[in-house]
């Protein structure tokens, strides 16, 4: 039986002396198979890495449901960053979203040919940036739910049911300082961030499935960060949650602008921070 594919796109790169098929010799892409380079039919620099993948698991029906399957989205999502993390070893990339698939590698050539100019300004915008995501988490005691016993040193003249009410205002209490810390640990990344970032993209909070680790996830942004300001950039921030008990600050990257690779359509960058 013969197995159909389709064209994987995984991102746009700048390729400028030819070199950059070399890094992708032996990568997996997505269902393991190779990774090769599409270039617009003027040889240009401006290519697009792409790797075919059976069309019975992207076409519409199939793909809508696998996205419900984190089995099978992690290792799609694991393939798409190894690709894209090859590139930008090497070249400014504008990583595409995930399961962006063409019917084959000629319509990849036409979108390339029709958008080149488009990308190679956006790429030329991102040159020596990097992304670095900023997640702000509260660990407040559960607002809902049975709560803790009341602490050794409780009280002793209360009565059961006052030592209960008693505990459960401080519960409160906690959780509310808990989200106050945060609004001000959030004001204080926002400073330092102002500093270093060039952009910033506010994601929705991660929930659910998602949402791992200990605690609330309360904000959930990306920067776009001068490659020479990264680690300033990750201590300041890091540094923002100091004195805030309940709240934590989780700073993640360097990452290629997965954020910041917006289509050519969309507006251009804007300054991060007002």
Same mark, same amino acid.
């Given at each position: 039986?013969?197995?159909? =594919?389709?064209?994987?796109?995984?991102? +746009?790169?700048?390729?400028?002396?030819? =070199?950059?098929? *070399?890094?992708?010799?032996?990568?997996?892409?997505?269902?393991?198979?190779?990774?090769?380079?599409?270039?617009?039919?003027?040889?240009?620099?401006?290519?697009?890495?792409?790797?075919?993948? %059976?069309?019975?698991?992207? *076409?519409?029906?199939?793909?809508?449901?696998?996205?419900?399957?984190?089995?099978?989205?992690? $290792? +799609?999502?694991?393939?798409?960053?190894?690709?894209?993390?090859?590139?930008?070893?090497?070249?400014?990339?504008?990583?595409?979203?995930?399961?962006?698939?063409?019917?084959?590698?000629?319509?990849?050539?036409?979108?390339?040919?029709?958008?080149?100019?488009?990308?190679?300004?956006?790429? =030329?915008?991102?040159?020596?940036?990097? @992304?670095?995501?900023?997640?702000?988490?509260? *660990?407040?005691?559960?607002?809902?739910?049975?709560?803790?016993?009341?602490?050794?040193?409780?009280?002793?003249?209360?009565?059961?049911?006052?030592?209960?009410?008693?505990?459960?205002?401080?519960?409160?209490?906690?959780?509310?300082? &808990?989200?106050?810390? &945060?609004? *001000?640990? $959030?004001?204080?990344?926002?400073?330092?961030?102002?500093?270093?970032?060039?952009?910033?993209?506010?994601?929705?909070?991660?929930?659910?499935?998602?949402?791992?680790?200990?605690?609330?996830?309360?904000?959930?942004?990306?920067?776009?960060? %001068?490659?020479?300001?990264?680690? $300033?950039?990750?201590?300041?921030? $890091?540094?923002?949650?100091?004195?805030? =008990?309940?709240?934590?600050?989780?700073?993640?990257?360097?990452?290629?602008?997965?954020?910041?690779?917006? %289509? %050519? @359509?969309?507006?251009?960058?804007?300054?991060?921070?007002?």
């Amino acid at each position: 039986m013969t197995t159909e =594919s389709v064209t994987y796109a995984y991102a +746009v790169a700048q390729d400028p002396d030819g =070199s950059l098929e *070399e890094a992708l010799t032996g990568l997996p892409g997505v269902a393991d198979g190779p990774v090769h380079l599409v270039r617009a039919a003027d040889r240009g620099e401006v290519v697009v890495a792409v790797g075919a993948v %059976p069309e019975q698991d992207f *076409e519409e029906t199939a793909l809508r449901a696998h996205l419900e399957d984190l089995d099978w989205l992690e $290792s +799609v999502a694991r393939a798409h960053h190894r690709v894209i993390e090859a590139l930008a070893a090497r070249t400014t990339v504008l990583p595409l979203r995930l399961a962006t698939v063409y019917l084959d590698d000629a319509r990849v050539r036409q979108m390339l040919g029709t958008r080149q100019e488009a990308f190679a300004e956006r790429l =030329s915008d991102l040159a020596a940036h990097t @992304e670095w995501g900023v997640k702000i988490y509260v *660990e407040a005691p559960a607002a809902t739910g049975r709560p803790a016993e009341p602490p050794a040193d409780a009280d002793a003249d209360l009565s059961p049911g006052r030592a209960y009410l008693s505990h459960r205002k401080a519960q409160r209490h906690a959780r509310e300082d &808990a989200y106050r810390d &945060a609004e *001000e640990v $959030s004001r204080r990344v926002e400073e330092a961030a102002r500093g270093h970032a060039v952009d910033r993209v506010q994601h929705r909070v991660q929930q659910g499935e998602l949402a791992r680790g200990p605690g609330e996830n309360v904000i959930n942004d990306a920067y776009l960060v %001068p490659l020479e300001h990264g680690e $300033s950039f990750r201590a300041e921030v $890091s540094r923002a949650a100091e004195g805030s =008990s309940g709240v934590r600050v989780e700073v993640t990257g360097p990452w290629a602008p997965y954020s910041f690779a917006t %289509p %050519p @359509e969309a507006e251009p960058l804007k300054r991060a921070a007002p």
